[in-house]
Structures are given as structure tokens and as C-alpha cells.
């Protein structure tokens, strides 16, 4: 039974993963990315300081905080928390908060 449990835990996280992704990806239909590669540093910053980038983490961002507070009122800190609480430095959404 146990090890049932720890599935379900396992297949609802990976289903919020997917859906985080899908809100992110989705974005880009309607806002297109300037920056394609990420090579290096300015790349990279180049990449997050983009418009259409900036508002499909945002979007990423706003699912992951109604999933763990619905209803709530935003609160950056208390996001800021779940997340690095809930996931390892090596998931992108813990990266993203950086």
C-alpha cells in the first residue's frame, strides 16, 4: 500500500510538472521568444530578461502558486518558500526564482 502512495505522489507531481510546462510553452504561441539559445552568460540574460520570456515564467509561475495557495493573494515570499521547500536546485522552476 505503501508503495502505492508513493506512486500516486510521483504521477500528481509529474502531472504538475507537465502542466506548468504546458502554461509556459502555450505563452509562446502569442508571445515569441527573441532569444533562441542560451550559450552563455549574456545569452542567458539575454534569454531571461526577454518580454515573451518574462511573461511565460510568469504564467509558469502563477499556476505553481495557485496549485499550493488557491485563492490566496499573492505573496512573492510565500511562493518563494514553496518552492524551495518543495523542489531541488536542479528543477527549472526553483532556477527560475534566482
Do not use: G
Not at 24 to 47: G, K, M
Not at 50 to 60: L, M, P, T, V
Not at 85 to 93: A, S
Amino acid at each position: 500500500m505503501r508503495k502505492l502512495a508513493m506512486l500516486m505522489v510521483n504521477i500528481l507531481e509529474c502531472k504538475h510538472k507537465v502542466i506548468r510546462s504546458v502554461y509556459h510553452e502555450c505563452d509562446h504561441i502569442y508571445s515569441e521568444s527573441e532569444c533562441a539559445e542560451v550559450e552563455d552568460f549574456e545569452t542567458a540574460l539575454l534569454y531571461y530578461m526577454d518580454k515573451a520570456e518574462i511573461r511565460a515564467h510568469s504564467k509558469e509561475l502563477a499556476h505553481e502558486y495557485y496549485t499550493a495557495y488557491p485563492n490566496a493573494k499573492f505573496n512573492y515570499t510565500l511562493l518563494k518558500e514553496h518552492i524551495e521547500k518543495n523542489y531541488k536546485p536542479t528543477e527549472k522552476v526553483y532556477n527560475t526564482l534566482r
